[in-house]
């Protein structure tokens, strides 16, 4: 886990005579010729590093440059929406000022593809025309995909409808005049207000479900991203055994010159102060460096032992546990916790999952055993996968079998994790 390498000296045994001599050189510099070398040294650390491990470090230099090109290479970038519209919007016959228009309306598409605001509101902030936002948003919005720059959600499902040449069939008619009846699949009402057929109500309510109710989420919102796990625990035997990554943890060292220079007391006080700094800087920095590695480390030392049951069982099995908690049994601040797993990822014999995945809080379950809310969301979805289609259960419901396991919780709170599961509530849920 820590480098022994990180209180040796940065430099060559070929360099060493060359270093002396410079030593031996600056005695001889005024203030500002010296002051100028020393600079020179700081910005050619990478130099004396490379000439001190020419043979071993240049091949691990080489294969940690062709593992991050390969890194970079492996990064597919997908078209953002902004980017696919601007393309079309280049292509089309408009005029210069429509150009700039349409530009700033793709600009305020949200991430679902609709416009967020009227575009009354939008010529004000904007200061331009509102006859050219309006021509560049009739533009607009026969592009790809089928639904983009609506207005609202009954708008895109509508667009998408006449292009597909139902202008005038039942389905446009359900979006049109009935969208809230439909999005809480009331199928009797509205077989009643169309005077047709519950059979024929399911056929137009499957038709709508093809339809894209965000067409703009199709597209990436970010580049992609490669994940190298910080940490990883694995099972050897009747132990488990922590790896750190180090593969881009840069190794840096003090270099000898420095040492020498101060070492022949013949420097300025100006000029020994200076390098003195240099070096307490640089060793703060492989402090930190050694001190980042060490804390992980901890850290996950401390999850295996409070979250074995994850390790060894998988999510339903996730215990609640605070930062606090965790900063406490280290001997560290909270804040420390916090800023050393942030952005870090460990790898589990079940997956990847951020270092934050499991500080979470939690309930009390059955048999007075500690439950993490995590897990509750996964047992609230599998009630939920398990139901009868055609009886979906109530979040109500739901509380109460919950309670049969001896696991209290709010209606409101059941409701939380159901939506943060993208779970649709019991009146979208049912099939008939």
């Known amino acids: 886990m820590r480098s022994s390498d990180a209180d040796s000296e940065v430099n060559s045994d070929n360099s060493d005579d060359s270093d002396r001599e410079l030593g031996e050189n600056l005695e001889e510099m005024n203030f500002d ?14 130099e004396y590093y490379e000439a001190e491990y020419e043979g071993e470090s240049q091949l691990a230099n080489s294969q940690a440059d062709e593992k991050r090109q390969f890194f970079f290479d492996s990064l597919v970038e997908e078209t953002s929406l902004q980017e696919h519209l601007m393309g079309q919007l280049k292509l089309s016959d408009v005029t210069e000022s429509e150009l700039e228009a349409g530009r700033y309306l793709v600009g305020s598409l949200d991430e679902n593809g609709f416009l967020s605001a009227p575009l009354s509101d939008l010529a004000l902030t904007s200061e331009l025309p509102l006859a050219d936002l309006q021509n560049a948003h009739k533009v607009l919005k026969t592009f790809d995909p089928s639904g983009i720059a609506a207005t609202d959600l009954r708008e895109c499902l509508l667009h998408q409808l006449e292009q597909s040449g139902e202008i005038d069939s039942p389905a446009c008619v359900v979006v049109r005049d009935h969208l809230d009846l439909l999005l809480r699949r009331r199928v009797p009402d509205l077989a009643r207000k169309l005077s047709l057929p519950n059979d024929h109500i399911h056929e137009l309510i499957e038709r709508i479900a093809e339809l894209d109710p965000a067409p703009g989420r199709r597209f990436s919102m970010d580049t992609n991203h490669s994940i190298s796990p910080d940490a990883t625990v694995e099972r050897i035997g009747d132990e488990w055994v922590i790896s750190l990554t180090n593969d881009f943890i840069p190794r840096l060292r003090i270099n000898k010159t420095y040492k020498d220079l101060i070492a022949k007391g013949k420097l300025e006080p100006k000029e020994r102060d200076y390098i003195r700094n240099q070096m307490r800087s640089g060793k703060f920095l492989i402090n930190a460096i050694e001190q980042r590695q060490n804390t992980i480390e901890r ?7 409070r979250q074995t049951e994850f390790f060894e069982e998988g999510v339903s099995s996730l215990k609640p546990l605070t930062m606090a908690e965790m900063a406490e049994e280290i001997g560290v601040h909270e804040t420390t916790i916090s800023r050393a797993i942030s952005s870090k990822y460990l790898q589990t014999s079940h997956g990847i999952f951020p270092f934050k995945y499991f500080f979470t809080h939690g309930y009390v379950g059955k048999d007075g055993d500690l439950v993490s809310n995590t897990s509750v969301k996964e047992l609230i979805g599998s ?3 398990k139901e009868d289609p055609t009886k979906p259960l109530s979040d109500r419901k739901i509380v109460d079998i919950l309670a049969e396991r001896d696991m209290t919780l709010a209606r409101r709170t059941v409701a939380k994790y159901r939506e943060q599961l993208g779970i649709l509530p019991t009146n979208l849920r049912r099939r008939y």
């Open 33 to 46: 010729d010296k002051f100028a070398v020393l600079n020179e040294m700081q910005e050619d650390l990478r």
């Open 299 to 305: 850290i996950t030392r401390k999850l295996i032992e």
């Open 383 to 385: 009630i939920i996968e």
